[in-house]
């Protein structure tokens, strides 16, 4: 379902002619962001594979054909190379850039994958009244490697990440229940509880993101995270792939509502 | 959905002759069974308004008309008089005896509440390979009191009673996907993790049925439980009332799968 509005192509619009450069988080709540991940052909059919393996992490919301740009069912007139407010350019699994386009890098053989955010199912969260910390004060949200180990696909493998959002029990069993009807985009929990049954051994010592507080009375609630394709593309040391910046995700016309799958 | 066989049929009429006077666990996995409760017509009003105010520890699968003993919505033929195993009689708030049928006891005026129980979920569970520890031992479900409080009606009043099963945390996730699917039978947990939260100091001292051990790699996992109307009646100490005995319920013609909302 396509927003009747145009406000994601509006947001693709000021991002391709450089007036938005920064993070996407809440420029447009009711609309589905995803993550990029761009990769030479050559390794696009592992990648998929890998996704394909591992849905919870690395749920596929589009791939091109390679060299191209367009994602029709994303979005009315995408172009992967400018719509998104800023890249990182990886090198032999170094970051060597992070432009606002990647037009001066593009190339025939790239395949772009987009792989569902977590935005989608804190906003379905927020709406029913389940409080977010990290949203409240501002802060990304704590990603943390886990000894969860994920299906590997040729060069792909290595631990999941997760992200982490503490809440109060009874908050947690809703937030099961809400995010459950979100496949697309992650889907329930994989763990809550003590973190150290899944290798984290200190929450206030993130991987990745913010640290935010875990009060007495709540519980840690973790689910697959979109870190866990990037952790695994930049461990595999490809010779050349692109990714978003972190925040800076493409903006689709898809409204997060129609993902839900009931 | 009334099922094709006639189990329900049967078990009623080997309680109806008395050759069934135990419990029902077990007896017929795929129907539903429930918890009686049967008033005078003067506290029917207030009873049916405190199940309505409390569907998750109360929820109702059938009521009768004063003095009728068919329920022709739960099974054919029923005689809630004779179809259970075994009942309780209840004077003033006490037990005073446990017929293995009530004809002695009927009066034109009282109303029957069938009142749905957790085996229905149970068998959910086990069926997605969640194990259920006091099913695997043969024991009761522990139950507790806790601080959680239901809301009034008329003289009935009290603390939601909560039944426990101890998971993996996966195996919670899981469970409340599938509990959630059955609001018709308590439905999703109200609470899982630190028992004192709720105001249970001992999970080794339940207040009904048996203790069950929770391993250091699980959560204790709790659910509104049909004891909360029967602990209500008891306390508010009518002059008189019947229920069933522990484990002896209503097998209907129902079901489990019936129950399911998606």
Redesign the interface.
């Known amino acids: 379902m396509v927003q009747a509005n145009n406000l994601g192509l509006a947001l693709r619009a000021r991002a391709r002619n450089g007036e938005l450069s920064g993070h996407t988080s809440g420029l447009a709540p009711d609309l589905v962001q995803g993550n990029l991940m761009i990769l030479p052909a050559q390794y696009a059919g592992d990648f998929l594979l890998f996704c394909q393996r591992n849905p919870k992490p690395c749920p596929l919301l589009g791939v091109s054909a390679p060299g191209e740009v367009a994602f029709p069912g994303l979005g009315q007139d995408i172009d992967i190379r400018t719509d998104l407010p800023r890249y990182r350019v990886w090198r032999d699994g170094d970051l060597v850039n992070e432009p606002v386009d990647v037009r001066a890098v593009w190339r025939d053989d790239l395949v772009s994958f987009v792989i569902g955010c977590s935005f989608s199912f804190e906003q379905a969260l927020l709406d029913a009244g389940v409080p977010l910390r990290h949203v409240a004060q501002g802060r990304n949200v704590a990603m943390y490697k886990t000894h969860l180990s994920t299906v590997a696909a040729g060069p792909f493998h290595g631990p999941m990440v997760v992200s982490m959002r503490p809440m109060k029990?009874?908050h947690?069993?809703r937030a099961?229940?809400i995010t459950?009807r979100f496949p697309g985009v992650h889907g329930?929990?994989?763990?809550?509880?003590?973190p150290g049954?899944i290798g984290i051994s200190r929450l206030d010592a993130p991987d990745y993101g913010d640290a935010v507080e875990v009060l007495p009375?709540e519980?840690p609630v973790f689910w697959a995270c979109g870190v866990t394709p990037q952790a695994v593309v930049q461990a595999a040391r490809l010779p050349f792939c692109i990714t978003h910046a972190p925040g800076a995700m493409l903006v689709t016309d898809l409204t997060n509502v129609s993902l839900a799958s009931?």
């Open positions: 029990a009874a947690a069993i099961v229940q459950s329930a929990p994989v763990h809550l509880g003590d049954q009375d519980l009931l």
